[in-house]
């Protein structure tokens, strides 16, 4: 899934950098909240959709792939087989097909899977507008609900602890026009109520 994650991170080193230089005590009068973004997106129809048909491209090509390298195998067993009886001239003729085939396989698969390559294009094309469209509801409820500092619970910041009172993952939803799920309460950690994140305001 590709994320929001990396739009966060930002936000992320500027709160770590907070805490570090601020010390706990002073942090504590801040406003903390987080968000779960792979929920948020897991409970999209369009990101839904989105993914599916991405899943079916990357599976389509894969599929070619595999058949190229299925036909330069068959080609280099039969090339063994018969080299005994083949001249240089033929030698050189089937080797220079073998490694053609394989120069072409691995292009295609470079044009398909590799970084800039179609996927990644496709999945910029669809997948971005919809995290977007997350962030910029995140940060409405930041802005909204007076927020100094909202993370990503399924980012690469560990949270070590996570309250599910400062859970602000069904808000975002809410306010990009989604019911929520039940899903949510069979994702949260089982963590004790109360915690140490700071009281909000």
């Given at each position: 899934?590709?994320?929001?994650?990396?739009t966060l991170k930002p936000?992320?080193?500027?709160?770590?950098?907070?805490?570090?230089?601020?010390?706990?005590?002073?942090?504590?009068?801040?406003?903390?909240?987080?968000?779960?973004?792979?929920?948020?997106?897991?409970?999209?129809?369009?990101?839904?959709?989105?993914?599916?048909?991405?899943?079916?491209?990357?599976?389509?090509?894969?599929?070619?792939?595999?058949?190229?390298?299925?036909?330069?195998?068959?080609?280099?067993?039969?090339?063994?087989?018969?080299?005994?009886?083949?001249?240089?001239?033929q030698k050189k003729q089937?080797?220079?097909?073998?490694?053609?085939?394989?120069?072409?396989?691995?292009?295609?698969?470079?044009?398909?899977?590799?970084?800039?390559?179609?996927?990644?294009?496709?999945?910029?094309?669809?997948?971005?507008?919809?995290?977007?469209?997350v962030f910029d509801a995140?940060?409405?409820?930041?802005?909204?609900?007076?927020?100094?500092?909202?993370?990503?619970?399924?980012?690469?910041?560990?949270?070590?602890?996570?309250?599910?009172?400062?859970?602000?993952?069904?808000?975002?939803?809410?306010?990009?026009?989604?019911?929520?799920?039940?899903?949510?309460?069979?994702?949260?950690?089982?963590?004790?109520?109360?915690?140490?994140?700071?009281?909000?305001?």
């Amino acid at each position: 899934m590709n994320k929001i994650v990396a739009t966060l991170k930002p936000l992320k080193i500027v709160a770590i950098a907070m805490f570090l230089l601020l010390g706990v005590g002073q942090a504590s009068a801040q406003k903390f909240a987080y968000v779960d973004t792979e929920y948020i997106l897991s409970q999209l129809p369009d990101y839904k959709s989105a993914q599916k048909q991405l899943d079916e491209l990357s599976e389509k090509w894969q599929k070619e792939v595999d058949a190229m390298y299925t036909e330069i195998d068959k080609l280099y067993k039969n090339y063994q087989a018969e080299e005994v009886l083949l001249n240089n001239e033929q030698k050189k003729q089937r080797q220079e097909e073998i490694i053609a085939k394989e120069k072409a396989a691995k292009k295609f698969q470079q044009e398909k899977f590799g970084f800039e390559g179609e996927l990644f294009k496709k999945r910029e094309q669809l997948i971005k507008p919809i995290q977007d469209r997350v962030f910029d509801a995140i940060q409405t409820i930041a802005k909204r609900e007076d927020f100094d500092f909202i993370f990503d619970k399924s980012g690469d910041m560990i949270m070590l602890f996570s309250n599910a009172r400062y859970d602000k993952s069904d808000d975002v939803l809410e306010e990009l026009g989604i019911t929520p799920l039940d899903e949510k309460e069979k994702k949260d950690d089982g963590n004790p109520p109360g915690g140490d994140l700071p009281p909000e305001d």
